[in-house]
């Protein structure tokens, strides 16, 4: 219910005065007749109009004074008058105040009453129904919104689940447009939600297993009926639900109660829920006054003869447990709720009453005999089993808590490791405790397996430019000399040769060849005829590309909720040498690939996952003193990853590019020509790593053929 100022009310009664001729001409639409006929212990209200309505007009109530305000817009007030005389059940009357393009009717009450809104042709039907008080056991259908967009089909987008901060369930509905009728009632010991007039695709037909969530709702079943479609959400123990709408998003909470005993009413919603009274008690009787608010909430009780005086209370429109509290503030009074009985008495009565019973119960604990039980679990180990109801930490390890002891001071619990058996003594309560505790552990574990596939790529590229040059020059330049010279080389005579016969020593001038010994090569001489001048060109290149990938699969299989651990790889020996005379240490350190996995498989059969991936491996190619290092790629993270899914948690690109140019000085500088004395190398590595993760949960029906 939505409370909404009274002066909301007077502002669109004035505003009714400011431009009635506009209104009129503006307006569409018109209320020609109002009736009211009692149906019961309901109310019906029929509001004939001059053309039927699309959809219900917009509506909200006021607390104080209780009122009812419906908005037509488009409409004007034909009924001559503003305001008419009922006087039927808690309708006393109504106002009807036009404000602009719109008309305003408020239906006065004697009480704050649910109301609902029909449409039938040109009337629409208005329905006033009590509020049900505090013990009554007739449960009704609550239109939690009515359907505005008639005529057309709505449909379900998504269903979702979610754990709030305070431990609540929360049911998040998409819906496709924000005018679906919603029903929501209380049916058994589950809250049925009907969407009508709405459509469900196949894939959001399902029930969800919700437990681990640790809410009160244990599953939620979306089926579709008819034209309808159903949402059953079952929860567990006591619980209350409060659901709202945004827009096309509509949401369901079902939060826990936790009985206190203090309370007359249960549960967490603000502010007290008994109907409300009016009171004018003067110098009465407690006693008495207490067996009237008793009756009016619809609850036994019983009240002490110990309680005793008299009160004043003046009180208007005040919630009946409201006025409980405030005489049991004045009096010192308390009470204790057992079913639909209440006890009221003083409250250290109530304080003695219970220190006894509770000493009592002690008391008897000690004397109670003692017995003997057996257990025979399935996958957990009789020993842990054993450890964690003595109040220790299992004998494997693991996070030790403060001490929680299971076991009565009296008990004990012995466990046979061959059979897997565990003995417990200890009296009958206790041992129905453990019986439930061990029911509950005793189960087992569903499990996953997990494939990471880790992705090396390489790129690389290389391309080198190279040159030799010679020149020779054996003319004579002066009488009686050889004239022999180069550049780049000589010419020499050959020995034993006649004529003598020049041949070009092994001396290169210009010497700039490509870095590797293997490439293509383009050689030419030029020379005259008389073999007098020579000249010697070389040019070498050398281009290559390549391309590599590694794969790395590591696969690893473990249970639900337990980390997994899977290395493969080698020791690198790392030598330090020391002082003088003494012997050189060699110390090793692991380069190896790992996965560390903890899976957790959630209630829509997901798997979330927090993952340690880590590739280490040497570097010979930049050893230092003999030592390679060693390079890592460490991808640690949470995912959450489909069944049978994979996703890409990590990568890492790097990209390097390197050009040289070697040259001969002045003569490399110079334009186009300079390319015959210079050496140019351009060497560009691309590196890519990538991992894919791929979980699978085994299904328990799996068996080998």
Same mark, same amino acid.
């Given at each position: 219910?939505?409370?909404?100022?009274?002066a909301?009310?007077?502002?669109?009664?004035?505003?009714?005065?400011?431009s009635p001729v506009?209104?009129?001409?503006?307006?569409?639409?018109t209320?020609?007749?109002?009736n !009211?006929?009692?149906q019961g212990?309901?109310?019906?209200?029929?509001i004939?109009l001059?053309s039927?309505l699309?959809v219900p007009?917009?509506?909200f109530?006021?607390a104080?004074?209780?009122?009812i305000a419906?908005d037509?817009?488009?409409?004007?007030? $034909?009924?001559?008058?503003n305001?008419?005389?009922?006087?039927e059940?808690?309708?006393?009357?109504?106002?009807i *105040?036009?404000?602009?393009? &719109?008309?305003?009717? !408020?239906?006065n009450l004697?009480?704050?009453?649910?109301?609902t809104?029909?449409?039938?042709?040109?009337?629409?039907?208005?329905t006033?129904?009590?509020?049900?008080?505090?013990?009554?056991?007739?449960?009704r259908?609550t239109?939690?919104a009515?359907e505005r967009?008639? $005529?057309?089909?709505?449909?379900?987008q998504d269903?979702?689940?979610?754990?709030?901060?305070?431990g %609540?369930?929360?049911?998040i509905?998409?819906l496709?447009?924000?005018?679906?009728?919603i029903?929501i009632?209380?049916?058994?010991?589950?809250l049925?939600?009907?969407?009508?007039?709405?459509?469900?695709?196949?894939h959001?037909?399902r029930?969800l297993?919700?437990t681990?969530?640790?809410t009160?709702v244990?599953?939620?079943?979306?089926r579709?009926?008819?034209?309808?479609?159903?949402?059953?959400?079952?929860p567990k123990?006591?619980?209350?639900h409060?659901?709202?709408?945004?827009?096309?998003?509509?949401?369901v909470?079902?939060?826990?109660?936790?009985e206190?005993?203090? /309370?007359?009413v249960?549960?967490?919603? !603000?502010?007290?829920?008994?109907? &409300?009274v009016s009171?004018?008690?003067q110098?009465?009787?407690?006693?008495?006054?207490?067996?009237?608010?008793a %009756?009016?909430?619809?609850?036994?009780?019983?009240?002490s %003869?110990t309680v005793?005086g008299t009160? +004043?209370l003046?009180?208007?429109?005040?919630?009946?447990?409201?006025?409980?509290d405030i005489i049991?503030?004045?009096?010192g009074l308390d009470?204790?709720?057992k079913g639909?009985?209440?006890?009221?008495?003083? &409250?250290?009565?109530?304080?003695?009453?219970?220190k006894?019973e509770?000493?009592? /119960?002690?008391?008897i604990?000690?004397?109670?005999?003692?017995k003997?039980?057996q257990f025979v679990?399935?996958?957990?180990?009789?020993?842990?089993v054993?450890r964690?109801?003595a109040?220790?930490?299992p004998?494997g390890?693991?996070?030790?808590?403060p001490a929680?002891?299971?076991?009565?001071?009296?008990g004990?619990?012995?466990?046979d490791?061959?059979?897997n058996?565990l003995?417990v003594?200890?009296?009958?309560?206790?041992?129905?405790?453990?019986?439930?505790?061990?029911?509950a552990i005793?189960?087992?574990a569903?499990? *996953?397996?997990?494939?990471? &596939?880790?992705v090396?790529?390489?790129d690389?590229?290389k391309?080198?430019l190279?040159?030799?040059l010679?020149?020779?020059?054996?003319?004579?330049i002066?009488?009686?000399?050889?004239?022999?010279?180069?550049?780049?080389?000589?010419?020499?005579?050959?020995?034993?040769?006649?004529p003598?016969?020049?041949?070009q020593?092994?001396n290169i001038g *210009?010497?700039?060849?490509?870095s590797q010994? +293997?490439?293509g090569?383009?050689?030419?001489?030029?020379?005259?005829?008389s073999?007098t001048r020579?000249?010697?060109l070389?040019?070498a290149?050398l281009?290559?590309?390549?391309?590599?990938k590694i794969?790395s699969?590591?696969?690893?299989?473990?249970?639900n909720?337990?980390?997994?651990?899977?290395?493969?790889?080698?020791?690198?020996?790392?030598?330090?040498?020391q002082?003088?005379?003494?012997?050189?240490? !060699?110390?090793f350190?692991?380069?190896?690939?790992s996965? %560390?996995?903890t899976?957790?498989?959630?209630p829509? $059969?997901?798997?979330?996952?927090?993952?340690v991936? /880590?590739?280490?491996e040497?570097?010979?190619t930049?050893?230092v003193q003999?030592?390679?290092?060693l /390079?890592?790629s460490i991808?640690e993270t949470?995912?959450?990853?489909?069944?049978?899914g +994979?996703?890409v948690?990590?990568g890492?690109?790097?990209?390097?590019?390197?050009?040289?140019?070697?040259?001969?000085?002045?003569?490399?500088?110079?334009p186009?020509l300079?390319w015959?004395f210079k050496?140019?190398?351009?060497?560009?590595?691309?590196?890519e790593?990538l991992?894919?993760i791929?979980p699978s949960v085994?299904s328990?029906?799996?068996?080998?053929?």
């Open positions: 219910m939505k409370f909404i100022n009274y909301l009310l007077a502002a669109s009664a004035c505003l009714a005065l400011i506009s209104a009129q001409d503006a307006a569409t639409n209320i020609e007749a109002i !009211v006929a009692k212990n309901d109310i019906a209200v029929k004939d001059k039927p699309t007009p917009a509506g109530s006021v104080n004074p209780a009122k419906l037509f817009p488009l409409t004007t007030n $034909g009924l001559g008058k305001s008419q005389g009922i006087n059940g808690d309708l006393r009357s109504l106002n *105040v036009q404000a602009g393009e &719109r008309t305003r009717l !408020v239906l004697v009480r704050n009453m649910n109301y809104t029909r449409l039938d042709g040109k009337s629409i039907y208005v006033l129904s009590p509020i049900a008080r505090v013990g009554d056991s007739v449960q259908v239109r939690f009515d967009v008639f $005529g057309s089909k709505h449909a379900l269903v979702q689940f979610r754990r709030g901060k305070d %609540e369930g929360r049911i509905v998409d496709s447009d924000a005018g679906a009728g029903d009632r209380q049916q058994g010991a589950n049925i939600v009907d969407f009508i007039k709405t459509s469900v695709p196949e959001l037909r029930k297993d919700v681990d969530f640790a009160p244990t599953s939620v079943e979306t579709a009926q008819g034209d309808n479609v159903r949402m059953i959400i079952s123990g006591q619980w209350e409060n659901a709202y709408q945004s827009d096309s998003q509509f949401v909470e079902v939060k826990r109660i936790v206190d005993p203090n /309370k007359l249960q549960g967490t919603k !603000v502010g007290y829920q008994g109907p &409300r009171i004018n008690y110098n009465g009787d407690v006693r008495a006054l207490l067996r009237l608010m %009756e009016e909430l619809g609850l036994n009780a019983v009240i %003869e005793t009160t +004043t003046v009180l208007k429109d005040v919630p009946a447990d409201q006025v409980i049991f503030q004045q009096k009470m204790r709720k639909n009985i209440i006890m009221i008495a003083p &409250r250290d009565e109530i304080a003695t009453r219970e006894l509770f000493e009592s /119960k002690q008391q604990s000690d004397l109670e005999p003692i003997l039980e679990l399935n996958y957990q180990k009789a020993t842990d054993a964690l109801l109040g220790l930490a004998a390890g693991g996070v030790a808590g929680q002891r299971i076991l009565s001071k009296r004990s619990a012995v466990a490791p061959q059979s058996i003995f003594n200890d009296i009958p309560s206790k041992l129905d405790e453990i019986r439930l505790f061990i029911s005793d189960i087992g569903r499990q *996953v397996q997990i494939e990471a &596939r880790i090396e790529a390489n690389s590229f391309r080198d190279g040159v030799k010679n020149f020779i020059n054996s003319k004579p002066q009488a009686g000399g050889s004239g022999i010279f180069g550049v780049g080389g000589t010419m020499t005579p050959q020995i034993g040769t006649t003598a016969t020049l041949v020593n092994s *210009v010497n700039l060849p490509i010994t +293997t490439g090569t383009l050689a030419f001489s030029l020379f005259n005829s073999i020579i000249l010697n070389e040019l290149a281009e290559s590309d390549g391309v590599g794969i699969s590591p696969r690893v299989v473990t249970a909720n337990v980390k997994a651990k899977i290395e493969d790889g080698t020791e690198v020996p790392y030598v330090t040498p002082a003088l005379g003494a012997p050189a240490t !060699v110390t350190k692991s380069a190896k690939l996965l %560390e996995v899976p957790q498989i959630t829509e $059969g997901a798997v979330k996952m927090l993952l991936v /880590k590739k280490e040497p570097d010979f930049n050893v003999g030592n390679p290092p /390079k890592s991808v949470t995912v959450v990853v489909e069944n049978g +994979t996703v948690i990590g890492v690109f790097i990209s390097s590019n390197q050009g040289t140019i070697n040259k001969v000085p002045l003569l490399g500088d110079i186009f300079g015959l050496f140019k190398e351009d060497v560009n590595n691309r590196r790593l991992v894919f791929s085994i328990d029906k799996m068996r080998l053929n």
